[in-house]
């Protein structure tokens, strides 16, 4: 089983970062990777409800993905599976509280191979990219 892990340390409250992955308007300001040029989030946040992102990259069209919520313990993790168009993954985000700043560590598992799991590794990592700049301008915001 093909699988990645990334672990990322933001400057901000635990509560404000999981916030940011539990509203389809606040998500898609962050989620894809730097050449998605457009992001449409649809999301039903809760056990059993999901979302689908429509993202479009530069000089590869449209990607459609769907996810299902397994589990949500607010404001500890959320596991949920995503159907990426080959295959079904497993994903699980647990953030944890470091004084002011928060660990986020994403666990997904279930890839049909390495390429697909280095791809979305390194498209994951440039959404954490994003967000961790979207945390730092509120941070300063809060000050």
Known sequence: MKSLQITRIFDAPRKL???WWTEGEKMQQWSG???ATHCEIQMDFRVGGGFTQKM???GKG???ITAKYDEIVEPEKIVYQVDLGFGVT???VEFFEQG???KVVLTQEGFPDDFLSQTVSHGTTESLD???SILARE???RQ
């Open 17 to 19: 970062v999981f916030s």
């Open 130 to 132: 994003k967000l961790e």
């Open 56 to 58: 479009q990259i530069a």
């Open 139 to 141: 941070a300063q915001v």
């Open 33 to 35: 990777c730097k050449e």
């Open 62 to 64: 449209q990607f459609t």
């Open 100 to 102: 002011d700043r928060t």
């Open 90 to 92: 497993r994903v699980l």
